[in-house]
């Protein structure tokens, strides 16, 4: 079972039931609740190395112990992403359990890819 979101994953344990049972709409101001986190979350964090705050002021950095706990709990085998730009328009991070598929990858002109 593959799990497939725009950005990442909250800080904090959340089912698939938890993110079905999210209220659809405009995209909330972060931290009002665990589900205005989580949304914002699904929409804009990126997998790295250490969790923390993200450059981007929406979403945060989640790290290989927060995928792991998220696929364990959710009987889940991967994560599939899109979000975050990666030179050669995939990468896969926290020892395969991650995969940002990028498909613009020269969108930015900073990027000479």
Sequence with gaps: ????????????R???K???NIKRGPVPDP?????????QSLLWSDPKALPGPSNRGMGWHFDKKITRRFLD???LQCIIRSHECVDSGVQVTHSGLVTT???ASNYDSSNDA
């Excluded at 079972?1 to 904090?12: C, D």
């Excluded at 931290?31 to 949304?39: A, C, I, L, Q, Y």
């Design 101 to 103: 598929v990028f498909s």
């Design 1 to 12: 079972r593959i799990f497939v979101v725009h950005g990442g994953l909250p800080k904090f």
């Design 31 to 39: 931290g009002h609740s665990n589900e205005d986190w989580t949304f």
């Design 73 to 75: 709990q959710n009987a």
């Design 14 to 16: 959340v089912t698939l």
């Design 18 to 20: 938890d993110i079905a």
